[in-house]
C-alpha cells in the first residue's frame, strides 16, 4: 500500500489518471515478451546542388551551379527497437543521420533536404568550404567540422543479438595539402571509432567515441561532437520550430568577437559573458552566431533541445568533465521565418540548432594526446516527451523538479520504459507521495502534489526500482 501525505496530489500519465488497468498491463506484457532490437542495410536518398571535388576534397572553382540539383545515394545501416529507429550513414562522415522516436513517430535530428556549399575560398573551414548534411557525428583533429565530415568511415559490427546491437565506424586521420594556416599541419595519427549501441529496453542511444595516438609522442588536436538537432519533427521534413529552447544548466555564455551582436551589449554575468535566459530560445537568436557556455560546462552533465510547440526533446547525457566545451549554433531566426523552398532556391541557412560538446572550452583552444593515450568519452542520446525542462538527468532517468507556490512538480521520462519504478517526495520526515509508477513512453509522466507545512526548506525526490535500486535522487529548494 502506498503512503502518502492527505494532500492533494496530481498524478498524470497518458492524457488520464494512473490507474492499474489489467488491459493495459496485458498489452505491455505481450509487447515486452516480444521486444528485440534488430540491425538491417538499406539506403537513403540526399540532394545537392551540382559542385566538383579534386581527389583530396577540395572545391574545384567554377563547379558551383544552384540551378542544378543532384541525387545522392548512401548505403545505410539501420538499428531499431520498439522504442527507437536509429540510421547511420558510415560513408558520409560516419554519422547518426536520424533519431525517430516510434512511440510519437517524429524525428529528433535535423538534415538538409538540399546541401549547399558554402564558405569556398574564405579561410574558414579545413577544405576550404563546407556543406551541411546534419545528424550527429564526430570532428577531429580541428574544429569547424573537422577533417573527417565527407570521409567514409569502415564500418564494422561489434556485436548483434536480440538484445543488443552494438556497431562501429572509424577512421584514421589524415592529412590534406592546401588546409587554411588556422589548421593543424600533417597528421596528428589519431585513431577514432565511433560505438553506436541499441539495446532492446531502452529508449535512449548510448553511443562511445574512442580516441587513440597509437604515436610515442604526445599530440595536440580538438575533438567535438557536432550534433545537428530539431526534436519533435515531421520525419519526412525535419527542422527546428520557434519553440524550441536549448536546455542546458548553465548560466553565462561568451561569443567571438563576430559574434557579438548575439549578446546586444550584456555582460551583466561578468566581463565578457552575458546571461544565458534569452538565448536559449531559437527565436531570439538575431542572426547567425558562435555562443560558448561561458566558463565552460562546469561539470553539468547533459544538454540538449526540447521543442515546445509539442514539448518533444532530445537530450545528450555525458561526462562533461571530458567534453567540457558547449558551443552553440544557428543562422538565426530569420532561417526559421523566412524559409524557402529548399530545392527552388537552394541555401545554405536552414532552421536547426547545432550544439557541440568539445574536449577544449571553445574552438582553436586545442587539448593534448598523450604519446598512446587513449580518450573515451561515452554519450547517451535520449528523446524526452511532456517535459518543458531538465533539471537533473543520467544514463537511466531525466527529470524536471521543481516548486511554484504550494505545490511541488516532478516530470520524468524513463529511458528504460518497462521497468516498474517507486517514487518517493519528501519534506523532512513529511511523505508527500510514495507509489509505485508506470513509465508512460508516448506521454511522459508528471506528478504535482501539495507541500505540507513544516519540515525544512528541501523536498527531496527518489526515484528507485521496485526492489529498491535507486536510478536518482535530487532536491529542490521550496520557493
Not at 108 to 114: A, D, K, S
Not at 204 to 230: F, I, M, S
Not at 439 to 450: E, F, H, L, Q
Amino acid at each position: 500500500m502506498a503512503t502518502h501525505a492527505p494532500s492533494r496530489t496530481h498524478i498524470r500519465f497518458a492524457l488520464g489518471v494512473l490507474s492499474a488497468i489489467p488491459a493495459f498491463h496485458a498489452v505491455v506484457d505481450a509487447a515486452l515478451a516480444s521486444d528485440s532490437v534488430s540491425l538491417r542495410e538499406s539506403t537513403i536518398s540526399w540532394s545537392t546542388v551540382q559542385y566538383a571535388t579534386t581527389a583530396e576534397n577540395g572545391f574545384v572553382d567554377g563547379s558551383l551551379d544552384k540551378n542544378t540539383i543532384v541525387d545522392r545515394t548512401f548505403k545505410t545501416r539501420v538499428l531499431e527497437n520498439r522504442y527507437l529507429k536509429v540510421t547511420l550513414v558510415p560513408e558520409f562522415g560516419g554519422r547518426i543521420i536520424s533519431i525517430i522516436y516510434k512511440p510519437t513517430g517524429h524525428e529528433q535530428l535535423y538534415r538538409t533536404e538540399v546541401g549547399v556549399p558554402y564558405g569556398m575560398k574564405a579561410g574558414i573551414f579545413y577544405y576550404d568550404w563546407l556543406m551541411v548534411y546534419g545528424g550527429i557525428f564526430p570532428t577531429f583533429p580541428d574544429p569547424e567540422h573537422g577533417r573527417t565530415w565527407l570521409k567514409p568511415w569502415n564500418f564494422r559490427i561489434v556485436k548483434e543479438s536480440a538484445g543488443e546491437v552494438t556497431v562501429s565506424m572509424s577512421l584514421r586521420d589524415f592529412a590534406y595539402s592546401a588546409a587554411p594556416a588556422q589548421f593543424l599541419k600533417g597528421t596528428t595519427g589519431i585513431e577514432a571509432t565511433y560505438y553506436v549501441t541499441l539495446k532492446a529496453d531502452r529508449a535512449g542511444l548510448d553511443t562511445r567515441v574512442v580516441l587513440k595516438n597509437p604515436q610515442a609522442h604526445t599530440v595536440d588536436y580538438e575533438y567535438w561532437t557536432c550534433t545537428t538537432l530539431a526534436p519533435g519533427s515531421d520525419p519526412n521534413n525535419p527542422r527546428t520550430t520557434g519553440g524550441a529552447e536549448i536546455i542546458a544548466p548553465i548560466a553565462a555564455y561568451s561569443t567571438p568577437a563576430w559574434s557579438k551582436n548575439l549578446s546586444d551589449g550584456d555582460e551583466s554575468a561578468g566581463p565578457g559573458r552575458s546571461r544565458f535566459e534569452k538565448l536559449r530560445y531559437f527565436r531570439n537568436w538575431p542572426t547567425m552566431g558562435i555562443a560558448y557556455a561561458a566558463p565552460d560546462m562546469q561539470g553539468g552533465n547533459f544538454w540538449g533541445v526540447i521543442n515546445h510547440d509539442n514539448e518533444e526533446g532530445i537530450i545528450r547525457i555525458a561526462d562533461n568533465t571530458v567534453t567540457r566545451g558547449l558551443k552553440m549554433w544557428t543562422w538565426g531566426y530569420k532561417s526559421f521565418t523566412n524559409e524557402t523552398d529548399a530545392r527552388k532556391d537552394p541555401n545554405e541557412a536552414r532552421p536547426y540548432v547545432e550544439l557541440w560538446a568539445g574536449v577544449s572550452d571553445q574552438f582553436f583552444h586545442r587539448a593534448m594526446l598523450p604519446a598512446r593515450g587513449e580518450v573515451s568519452i561515452p554519450e547517451t542520446y535520449s528523446p524526452t516527451v511532456g517535459m518543458s525542462n531538465v533539471t537533473h538527468a543520467n544514463e537511466k532517468i531525466l527529470i524536471n523538479f521543481s516548486t511554484a507556490g504550494s505545490d511541488v512538480n516532478l516530470q520524468f521520462f524513463s529511458i528504460e520504459p518497462a521497468a516498474p519504478l517507486r517514487v518517493t517526495l519528501k519534506r523532512g520526515d513529511a511523505i508527500l507521495f510514495d507509489d509505485a509508477v508506470t513509465a508512460d513512453p508516448k506521454n511522459g509522466n508528471r506528478i504535482s502534489t501539495a507541500i505540507p507545512a513544516g519540515g525544512g526548506d528541501q523536498i527531496r525526490l527518489t526515484i528507485t526500482t521496485t526492489d529498491g535500486r535507486e536510478l536518482i535522487a535530487a532536491e529542490t529548494k521550496i520557493k
